[in-house]
């Protein structure tokens, strides 16, 4: 091992990682935010009797789960522009990551949805709870309990997908740590110091999840 | 087993706390005792270094390497990189020599040394005539799409401090973003304009500005005065019997600029 380490070489650019942190949690934060939307319609899309909503649905989701993320972001910002459709990088890397972990959410919710039996819901109404009480306790909360972790473990894989739409040339943590590699040549450095950075990320958020989960499902039902 | 693999960890990490020094690049005798050179040329970079039809590196810089591997008499080691990691191969020895069209700054001659120039280029800002810029200072809403970390960059970073300048991971991105109209002008060199024009029918880069006129050099690692000195010897005799002003005619079009040594 013949490499001098200057971590020091890195101080001047303590404003380009903030930024980078700040477009990686947004940018996570929004996607996630659009791909439950887009998660719920598939979801209920591929349970449809209607053959030909589902049959699209299971397409959809084959599609992006069998291709590469990065070329369906090139797709998204260099291809849609040949047919008129121009995106600035931020937006492009939104809707391409956003179509990506929607057909991953769509699975998770259909699998959710379809964890609560029918019975369940006759036993519901047959102590004598209303459709909404039965609604909210016996289908929705149940569901909701068994894909939380699911949806959290989706959560950090997006945070740590996020760093591929650095080649879009969006201005998120990888990016920024790309380019101050451009100007200090500190390689190993800029990357640890990111590597760090998404560990403590991912970490926090997970104990952040386990906190709520806590709170919400194990709490509430020993209460 | 966990006791062992903390020993090994905190053997590895003294280890490395005590050799960590300048980087040992292999000097002239280790190349030539090894038999062969590892040298770094461009994937993305036409005329320079890119991929024929048969995706066979090809381009002036693939035949400065294949010349100097030949008078080193050593066996040839290709390897293609982009304008954004030549400097990190070769600060981390996965290269002896950067041949990738490659201008010289003190900032870079920290990290790496450079030899005498072999071959010339300007770089400047290109787009469409309906954009009627001829300075750095009349960008204004303009998007620029550039290869990150390449003098290009580095140039318009200081020139053009308010543009919004799309940094890409290496020139054929750069390139794809103003061909598909993310940018609306393109930061390079005025050789790889022309041929990005000539390659893309209607796509149209006009210089609006040159930045700069930027001799390429030869980047190898620190710490290898013999090898240096013999690449100076080479461009220096190549310079002579025109062998590089050949390879810039068959190349770029026109004759080699007589080029100061470093």
Known sequence: ?223 | MLKHLSRIVSAVLLAGAVTAGPALAADLQEIIAAGKVRIGVPVDVAPFGSNDANNQPVGLDVDMANNIAKALGVELELQQITGANRIPYLATDKLDIVIAAMGATPERALQIAFTSPYAALSVGVFGPDSIAITSADQITSETIAVARGTTQDLLLTELAPNATIQRYDDDATAAAAFISGQAQLLATADIVAKDLMEKNPGAELKPKFLMQFSPCYIGIQQGSPELLRWLDTYIHVSQLDGTLSALSEKWIGTKLPTLPAI
């Not at chain 1, 789960?65 to 600035?88: A, H, K, M, W, Y």
Request: charged letters at 10%.
């Open chain 1, 1 to 223: 091992m013949n490499y001098n380490f200057r971590f020091n070489a890195l101080a001047p650019y303590t404003g380009e990682i903030l930024r980078g942190i700040g477009l990686t949690l947004q940018l996570t934060c929004l996607t996630m935010a659009i791909a439950l939307v887009v998660g719920l319609f598939v979801a209920l899309a591929r349970m449809s009797d209607n053959r030909l909503l589902s049959g699209a649905a299971a397409t959809y989701v084959e599609a992006i789960r069998n291709t590469p993320l990065l070329v369906q972001l090139f797709i998204v910002f260099f291809g849609l522009p040949s047919i008129g459709i121009r995106l600035d990088a931020y937006t492009a890397a939104v809707i391409g990551l956003s179509i990506n972990v929607g057909a991953y959410a769509g699975e998770i919710l259909r699998a959710g949805i379809q964890s609560i039996r029918p019975s369940q819901v006759e036993a519901g109404r047959a102590l004598g709870m209303t459709a909404g009480q039965t609604f909210r306790s016996v289908v929705l909360f149940p569901a909701v309990k068994a894909i939380y972790p699911a949806l959290a473990s989706q959560f950090v894989l997006l945070l740590l997908a996020t760093s591929v739409v650095s080649s879009l040339g969006a201005g998120e943590l990888f990016h920024q740590a790309a380019f101050i590699d451009s100007r200090t040549y500190r390689s190993f450095e800029a990357y640890a110091l990111i590597t760090l950075t998404y560990l403590i990320l991912t970490l926090g958020f997970r104990a952040l999840f386990a906190l709520v989960y806590w709170l919400v499902f194990v709490r509430r039902s020993r209460a």
